[in-house]
């Protein structure tokens, strides 16, 4: 199956084309959101990355299907 991963703010990437913020990622059917990190080499660290799943806050536990968007989003925070 095949799910789109796009990537907000700071964890978009960099290429020779230019600056990729979304990307297919083709993964076994009944990949859960942890595939997706796994895959990508990214680890969760508290809440420093908000899951999310077509729209909705989703967790690494979360299911996907084929055609799912998963977005990871930076938390922010500033101030003192």
Known sequence: MVVTVRFHT???RESR???VD???LDLAPGATV???LDALG???RDDA???V???RIAG???ALADGDEVRLIPAVSGGD
């Open 10 to 12: 700071t964890l978009r």
């Open 17 to 19: 084309d230019g600056t």
């Open 22 to 24: 979304r990307l297919p």
């Open 34 to 36: 942890q595939a997706v």
């Open 42 to 44: 990214i680890v969760l």
């Open 49 to 51: 990355v908000l899951l």
């Open 53 to 55: 799943v077509n729209n």
């Open 60 to 62: 690494a536990e979360t």
